[in-house]
């Protein structure tokens, strides 16, 4: 049996996510031959897509040979999907007071089935200088304290098969390149009540996590935000998280 429909449908479907991307980054009515050499894509099958779009609402044009932009439907259909998620409903009240009470931004993350962590949730920090991130952002997990938070949830098979025994892929100086390293941060992380990530994914940036259960599944939920500021913070920070992730998980 031929794989090409399956195929098709797969990459028009990742072409629909590419419009949708590109309108958030340009903030601005695109022209169809714009959006075509943007996403380095035919006009034709562009065409085809937009016109598919329109039909059902989410894409409309601004004026003759002015552009297309989605509609409100857009942000009314994801907010229906997000209010409606049975575990952001439930770790929400406790990820704001946390943004509240550290004015940090704080992430709730999983790791995904490319086995990278997703941020399924961010909460901004309304500091100017602030850690940056938006829900979907996918990271490396032995260089993020979500990361680090979820593998300490594992067994040492486990954290093996996933990472390798090779070198891990640095992104600073300070990013921890083997398993053995890693392994012995993970085991001092857990005695002091904090995984970390102090410049090992950005220079500037660091992050404290700690793991959650909910619903049988493995999340965990970070403080980030620049390094001098949560290194400032680290015990009372990490005293806060652990105690909106013992809340959170009760029954």
């Not at 022209?31 to 039909?55: F, G, N, Y």
């Not at 894409?59 to 040979?65: A, L, M, N, Q, S």
């Not at 392994?183 to 959650?212: C, F, H, K, T």
């Not at 619903?215 to 965990?220: K, L, N, R």
């Amino acid at each position: 049996m031929s794989t090409k429909p399956a195929e098709s449908n797969v990459k028009t479907a990742l072409r629909v996510i590419e419009i949708i991307e590109l309108f958030a980054r340009e903030t601005r009515p695109l022209a169809l031959s714009e959006m075509a050499r943007l996403l380095d894509a035919p006009v034709s099958s562009c065409l085809a897509l937009l016109r598919t779009l329109s039909r059902q609402g989410y894409i409309y044009e601004t004026g003759r040979r002015q552009g297309y932009y989605p509609t409100g439907r857009l942000l009314a259909m994801a907010q229906r999907i997000s209010q409606a998620d049975p575990i952001l409903e439930k770790v929400r009240p406790s990820l704001e007071e946390l943004r509240n009470t550290t004015q940090e931004t704080v992430v709730f993350g999983k790791l995904d089935l490319d086995k990278k962590v997703v941020y399924v949730e961010v909460i901004s920090s309304p500091h100017p200088i602030r850690y940056v991130a938006v829900a979907g952002t996918q990271r490396h997990v032995h260089a993020n304290s979500i990361g680090k938070a979820l593998l300490s949830q594992m067994t040492l098979e486990e954290r093996t098969q996933l990472l390798g025994d090779g070198p891990l892929e640095a992104f600073t100086p300070k990013t921890l390149v083997s398993l053995d390293s890693l392994n012995a941060d993970l085991e001092v992380s857990a005695q002091r009540g904090w995984y970390g990530n102090m410049g090992e994914s950005m220079s500037d940036v660091g992050g404290i996590a700690w793991p959650i259960r909910i619903s049988g599944g493995s999340y965990a939920i970070s403080i980030a935000g620049p390094v001098y500021r949560i290194e400032q913070n680290l015990q009372s920070y990490a005293e806060r998280l652990r105690v909106a992730c013992r809340f959170i998980e009760e029954p």
